[in-house]
């Protein structure tokens, strides 16, 4: 099991990327998927999120541009992101985590996932 990223890169501001991870092993069942981000000298934060149930979270500062989605075949994750801005330089994380039926409803942009992959630098010029 194990949580790869890529598509990261570097783009002027208003420009495009989109992010993708490997996520093999986490897709059955009940489980969170989502993506986070940490910036140099900034603590973790919450960028979207889906559900088993296809529910998605987002942060308020990416609402509207961000969107998080997955593969037909739910191994892959998406995470499309447009309009971005020098505040989105960040690296990257595709995180996981299975929970049970009874707590999906924890499955947020914020949620602080157990499992993670190594990141991806994602460097927004203006």
């Known amino acids: 099991v194990e949580l790869v990223e890529s598509g990261g890169g570097s783009v002027q501001a208003g420009g495009s990327l989109r992010l993708s991870c490997a996520a093999s092993?986490?897709?059955?069942?009940?489980?969170?998927m989502g993506w986070f981000r940490q910036a140099p000298g900034k603590g973790r934060e919450g960028v979207a999120s889906?559900?088993?149930?296809?529910?998605?979270t987002y942060a308020d500062s990416v609402k509207g541009r961000f969107t998080i989605s997955q593969a037909n075949d739910k191994n892959t994750l998406y995470l499309q992101m447009n309009s971005l801005k020098p505040e989105d330089t960040a690296v990257y994380y595709c995180?996981?985590?299975?929970?049970?039926?009874?707590?999906?409803?924890?499955?947020?942009?914020?949620?602080?996932?157990?499992?993670y992959g190594r990141g991806t630098q994602v460097t927004v010029s203006s």
């Open positions: 092993g986490y897709a059955y069942g009940s489980y969170c």
């Open positions: 995180a996981a985590e299975r929970l049970p039926p009874q707590i999906l409803s924890h499955c947020s942009s914020g949620y602080r996932y157990s499992y």
């Open positions: 889906i559900d088993s149930d296809g529910k998605t």
